[in-house]
Nanobody, 122 residues
Framework: QVQLVESGGGLVQSGGSLRLSCAAS????????MDWYRQAPGKQRELVAT???????NYADSVKGRFTISRDNAKKTVYLQMNSLNPDDTAVYYC????????????????WGQGTQVTVSL
């Protein structure tokens, strides 16, 4: 069974940094895009950053220049380095992967992690 497990969230002061990690495990044959989303209280989930299987990143305008997404394909892990954090970054951060499991005629499907809380104080 495929699992995405996030780690690295926590409480940080404004201007500080955090690094999130998300490791995929299970019977995985191929991972396409890996993304980070976030959802603040009372708001819709939004895409923060995405990275292709070839390592090409894209970012939401709100985090450009502050956040960096990267991945280690051998470890099936995606990272999100978050710098210059401010209270507007407070949210639950979710890892997402579009991947295919081993097996006959398997298709790519979407998988989500359980989320990790990031809280930025003034």
């Amino acid at each position: 069974q495929v699992q995405l497990v996030e780690s690295g969230g926590g409480l940080v002061q404004s201007g500080g940094s955090l690094r999130l990690s998300c490791a995929a495990s299970g019977s995985i044959s191929s991972i396409n895009a890996m993304d980070w989303y976030r959802q603040a209280p009372g708001k819709q989930r939004e895409l923060v950053a995405t990275i292709s299987s070839g390592g090409v990143p894209n970012y939401a305008d709100s985090v450009k220049g502050r956040f960096t997404i990267s991945r280690d394909n051998a470890k099936k892990t995606v990272y999100l380095q978050m710098n210059s954090l401010n209270p507007d970054d407070t949210a639950v951060y979710y890892c997402y992967a579009y991947l295919r499991e081993w097996g006959w005629n398997r298709k790519f499907n979407s998988y989500w992690g359980q989320g990790t809380q990031v809280t930025v104080s003034l």
